[in-house]
C-alpha cells in the first residue's frame, strides 16, 4: 500500500511531502515534490495509561481510543492486579485486541503493607510474567519509601528487572534531594507525578524522563511548561470514560500546541521518545519499523482521518473499522452488606477536635486540616455546613475490615457517594453526610457486584462487573451511565468536576498527605497511621 502527505520526521524534527509505502511494515519512504493537503504522522502511543481506569475492559478501550489515532499503550495493570492477581494480568492480555498493548510487571500489589488487597505478586511472580506473559518492563513502584529505606521485597523485584535488562517506571511525587538520588540510582528511569517545574527539572538533571501528565484528575501539563521535550512524554495515566469519547492522545497534542509547545515536539512526546525508551519497533516512519500510521489535517486541532496498525486501516474519520467480544471473567465482590451502626465513630464529648483529608481539585494529593465537630449520644457527627463529611473503606475481599475518616471539598448536602473502584486495592469507598446514607451507597454497590453509586431519595448507579473496575459496555455506554451518576452527585450537592475519580484517589497511600485504607487513617509523609479523633 501507498500513501502520500506531508510527513512529520521525528528523527530530523523537518516536515516534508512523501510517499510512504508499507505493508506490515514500512518498506520505503520517499520524498516528492509536490505538498500535500495532510499530515502523516507515527501511531500514537500513550506511555503511561491504566486501562482499568477508563472503566473499559481492553477490547473496548482499543475501539474507543484507536480511531483517535492511539496505536499503542504501555500499560501497568496493577489496577486488576490488586484485585485478582496473575489471574487479572492474564485476562487483561487476552482481551486485548488491535491495538498494542504493552504491559508491564506490576511492581506494587499490594501498593503498601498498610492495606488490603485480593492479591500478592512477589519477586517470584514477576519474574514467571517476564518468562511467559512477555511484559516489557516494570511497572511503576509506588513504594517509594521502602524503597528509600532498602526493603527487601522491592529491591528484589528491582533487581529481577535490571537482570533482565528491562525499564523501570517510577512514582516519586514530591521526592527531591538526597531521597531522591536514592531512588533514582536503583535504576527507576521515569516519573509521572511531578506537578511542579522545579521538580520535575530536579529529576531530568538526575536522568529521569519525565511523563507529562494530563488525566481526568490530575492536569499538570500546564505547570510543567519549559523542559527538555526531548527527555519528556505526554500521558493521561487515568481518563474516565466521558473524556476518552472527546479524544485521547489526539487531544493531548492538541493542548500542547495550544500551549505554545512546537508541534513537532509533541509529537516526538507521543510516538519516538516513549518508542526508544521502552525499545519498541514503532514510533516512526522508517522502513523495516512497524506500519502503525496516523493521517491528520493539520497539526494543531490533530483531527485525525485515517490509523493503520500494522499496515491494516483500523479506524477511518472518527470510526474504529473493526469489532470486538469482550472476554468474561468471575465477580470479585465478598463481602457482606452494611447497616449505619457499622461507620460510627464514638467520643463522648459534646465536640470534639478531628484530623480531616481536604481534597485538592484536579490533583492527586491531599492536605491535612482539622475541623471540630458536633457529637450526638456518643457518636462523631459530619457537619455539611462545614463541607465536612465522612469517608469510609469498606474491605471487600472477605475480612470485613472497615477504615472511618472525615473529608472536605465534596459539598454534599445529603445522600452519599460509593465505589468499587479505590486505587489500589479497590476496596469500596464512600463519602457521606450521614452513616445511614453511607450504608445505602455501600450496599448498592455491593448488590450490583461493583460499580460507582449516587444515592439520595433516588440510586444512581453504574456497573462495573469486570473486578468492579471495568465494564463490557461500549465507551458511549458507559459514558453515559457514568454522567448520570455524577449529575446525581452534583443534584446531592457535589462541587467537584470528576467526583468518583478524585474518591477513587483517596485510598491512596502513596500520595500524599493524609489518605484513607480499610485500616484506618494514613499520613503518607510520616508513612504511618494516625489517630482520626486529635
Known amino acids: 500500500m501507498k500513501l502520500k502527505g506531508d510527513l512529520v520526521d521525528v528523527f530530523t524534527e523537518d516536515i516534508y511531502p512523501v510517499e510512504v509505502e508499507f505493508k506490515r511494515e514500512i518498506v520505503s519512504v520517499q520524498k516528492i515534490s509536490e505538498e500535500q493537503p495532510s499530515y502523516i504522522l507515527p501511531g500514537f502511543i500513550d506511555s503511561h495509561i491504566h486501562i482499568e481506569s477508563s472503566m473499559l475492559c481492553p477490547c473496548r478501550f482499543a475501539e474507543a481510543v484507536v480511531p483517535h489515532g492511539t496505536t499503542c499503550t504501555v500499560s501497568d495493570p496493577h489496577e486488576i492486579g490488586n484485585v485478582m492477581g496473575i489471574e487479572g494480568i492474564e485476562y ?39 518468562n511467559h506473559c512477555d511484559l516489557i518492563g516494570l511497572g511503576e513502584v509506588m513504594n517509594f519509601p521502602g524503597v528509600i529505606a532498602g526493603d527487601d521485597g522491592i529491591m528484589k523485584k528491582i533487581a529481577l528487572t535490571r537482570k533482565y535488562g528491562k525499564p523501570i517506571d517510577g512514582h516519586a511525587p514530591g521526592l527531591t534531594g538526597v531521597d531522591l538520588r536514592t531512588y533514582v540510582e536503583k535504576g527507576i528511569s521515569t516519573d509521572h507525578e511531578c506537578t511542579a517545574l522545579e521538580e ?19 492536569k499538570n501539563m500546564k505547570d510543567l511548561l519549559g523542559l527538555n521535550y526531548n527527555n519528556c512524554f505526554l500521558v ?63 497539526l494543531e486541532t490533530f483531527d485525525v482521518r485515517k490509523v493503520f496498525i500494522n499496515g491494516v486501516l483500523r479506524a477511518a474519520d472518527g470510526k474504529a473499522l473493526f469489532s470486538v467480544n469482550p472476554t468474561q471473567v468471575k465477580n470479585t465482590i465478598s463481602v457482606n452488606c452494611t447497616s449505619p451502626s457499622d461507620f460510627a465513630v464514638n467520643y463522648d464529648e459534646d465536640t470534639v477536635k478531628v484530623r480531616v483529608i481536604t481534597v485538592v481539585e484536579g490533583q492527586l494529593y491531599t492536605k491535612a486540616d482539622e475541623a471540630c465537630l458536633p457529637c450526638e449520644n456518643g457518636v462523631v457527627l459530619p457537619d455539611v455546613e ?91 455506554t458507559v459514558a453515559e451511565k457514568h454522567e448520570k451518576v455524577q449529575a446525581y452527585a452534583r443534584k446531592l450537592g457535589c462541587v467537584l468536576q470528576n467526583p468518583f475519580m478524585q474518591l477513587s484517589f483517596l485510598a491512596l497511600l502513596v500520595i500524599p498527605e493524609l489518605k484513607l485504607s480499610d485500616k484506618g487513617l494514613f499520613d503518607v509523609q510520616k508513612f504511618a497511621f494516625v489517630d482520626v479523633v486529635i
Open 92 to 130: 487483561m492480555i487476552r482481551d486485548t485486541c488491535v491495538l498494542k498493548v504493552y504491559y508491564t510487571a506490576p511492581s506494587c500489589v499490594p501498593a503498601t503493607a498498610y492495606e488490603t488487597s485480593g492479591a500478592v505478586i512477589d519477586a517470584e511472580d514477576i519474574e514467571n510474567l517476564f
Open 200 to 218: 520535575a527539572k530536579e529529576k531530568q538533571q538526575l536522568g529521569m524522563k519525565i511523563m507529562i501528565r494530563e488525566g481526568s484528575a490530575s
Open 236 to 298: 493521561s495515566d487515568d481518563l474516565h470514560p466521558e473524556d476518552i469519547k472527546k479524544g485521547h492522545v489526539d487531544v493531548l497534542l492538541q493542548k500542547a500546541v495550544s500551549y505554545g509547545i512546537d508541534p513537532v515536539k509533541a509529537v516526538k512526546m507521543v510516538t519516538l521518545n516513549p518508542a526508544e525508551h521502552y525499545n519498541l519497533n514503532n514510533g516512526a516512519i522508517a522502513p523495516g519499523m512497524a506500519a502503525d500510521i496516523v493521517v491528520v489535517d493539520d
Open 386 to 476: 462545614q463541607d465536612v463529611l465522612k469517608l469510609t473503606v469498606v474491605e471487600r475481599y472477605g475480612h470485613s475490615r472497615i477504615g472511618i475518616a472525615f473529608v472536605k471539598g465534596f459539598g454534599l448536602k445529603e445522600g452519599a457517594l460509593a465505589s468499587s473502584v479505590a486505587h489500589d486495592s479497590h476496596n469500596i469507598i464512600c463519602v457521606g453526610s450521614s452513616d445511614r446514607g453511607i450504608a445505602d451507597a455501600v450496599n448498592t454497590v455491593i448488590n450490583i457486584q461493583g460499580g460507582i453509586a449516587a444515592c439520595g431519595k433516588e440510586k444512581v448507579f453504574l456497573k462495573l462487573p469486570v473486578a468492579g473496575l471495568m465494564s463490557y459496555e461500549p465507551v458511549g
